[in-house]
T-cell receptor
Framework: SAVISQKPSRDICQRGTSLTIQCQVD?????MFWYRQQPGQSLTLIAT?????????ESGFVIDKFPISRPNLTFSTLTVSNMSPEDSSIYLC?????????????FGPGTRLTVT | EDQVTQSPEALRLQEGESSSLNCSYT??????LFWYRQDPGKGPEFLFT???AGEEKEKERLKATLTKKESFLHITAPKPEDSATYLC??????????????FGQGTTLQVKP
């Protein structure tokens, strides 16, 4: 398994500003992912962040709006830029952990973002 | 298009009343099917991964099964602490190394004492 922490756990931000969310894992992992969970909705993948390469974004998400860094095998950041109320969501990072099965995917506790 | 549908949307049980949650999926090829539990305000908690039809996994009062078209999460003699939203997700082969999981909308389970 993997233990994942995120900072901040929640924040209230004004529109037009940016927020950087940190994700820390207790072990080295190759693949890290960022998801968004809008109010009352399920999870949607924003991008995949592999160490040493550019993040891969899903359709509907762009680097200018959600820049991602992956400086090492235990850490990643997601920035939500030029925020609007529509960006109010829970942002979650996850990691893929090879196991005997052959893999499992674990999630962090999430960052609850409210944009006013 | 890859798709995951969970039913029912909400389920209310009495303590001890066993039931099943359904996850139907349509994918070009299945790398894995995941079950998570999510409590309000928290991230999803990993429960099971299933990889091939016929596979079953158990954890305490929960048992997950998989066929070629759907998965069931059976809850035996549930307790109030089992109340949560249960999420099903699939990882299609076509998503390559993106690790992309496609989630269903979830089933919100309430177990009353």
């Amino acid at each position: 398994s993997a233990v994942i922490s995120q900072k901040p756990s929640r924040d209230i931000c004004q529109r037009g500003t940016s927020l950087t969310i940190q994700c820390q894992v207790d072990s080295q992992v190759t693949m890290m992912f960022w998801y968004r969970q809008q109010p009352g909705q399920s999870l949607t993948l924003i991008a995949t962040a592999n160490q040493g390469s550019e993040a891969t974004y899903e359709s509907g998400f762009v680097i200018d709006k959600f820049p991602i860094s992956r400086p090492n095998l235990t850490f990643s950041t997601l920035t939500v830029s030029n925020m609007s109320p529509e960006d109010s969501s829970i942002y979650l990072c996850s990691v893929e952990v090879p196991s005997g099965n052959p893999y499992e995917q674990y999630f962090g506790p999430g960052t609850r973002l409210t944009v006013t | 298009e890859d798709q995951v549908t969970q039913s029912p949307e909400a389920l209310r049980l009495q303590e001890g009343e066993s039931s099943s949650l359904n996850c139907s999926y349509t994918v070009s090829g299945l790398r894995g099917l995941f079950w998570y539990r999510q409590d309000p305000g928290k991230g999803p908690e990993f429960l099971f991964t299933l990889y091939s039809a016929g596979e079953e996994k158990e954890k305490e009062r929960l048992k997950a099964t998989l066929t070629k078209k759907e998965s069931f999460l059976h809850i035996t003699a549930p307790k109030p602490e089992d109340s949560a939203t249960y999420l099903c997700a699939v990882h299609p082969y076509g998503s390559g190394n993106t690790g992309k999981l496609i989630f269903g909308q979830g089933t919100t389970l309430q177990v009353k004492p």
